[in-house]
């Protein structure tokens, strides 16, 4: 993987890690962990991960129709 050429600051926190062309699957893990557990407007202010896990319920439930 080589580093974004964007100069602005990227969005997702990625920043501290400027320099560095290469990052390990334990940073990549913890990047991952980070924005999937900030909550979002968009989702009622609920994490990325309370709506995946919600959804996951949903489809576990027998009978129940999903749209999308």
């Known amino acids: 993987m080589t580093a974004p050429t964007s100069k ?11 320099g560095h062309y290469w990052w390990s699957a334990d940073d990549l893990e913890a990047v991952a962990l980070a924005l999937n557990n900030r909550p979002r407007k968009v989702l009622g ?7 995946f896990s919600q959804q996951l319920q949903l489809l576990k439930q027998p009978g129940v129709a999903t749209t999308g």
């Open 8 to 18: 602005a600051r990227p969005a997702t926190g990625l920043h501290h890690l400027k």
């Open 45 to 51: 202010w609920k994490t990325p991960a309370e709506v």
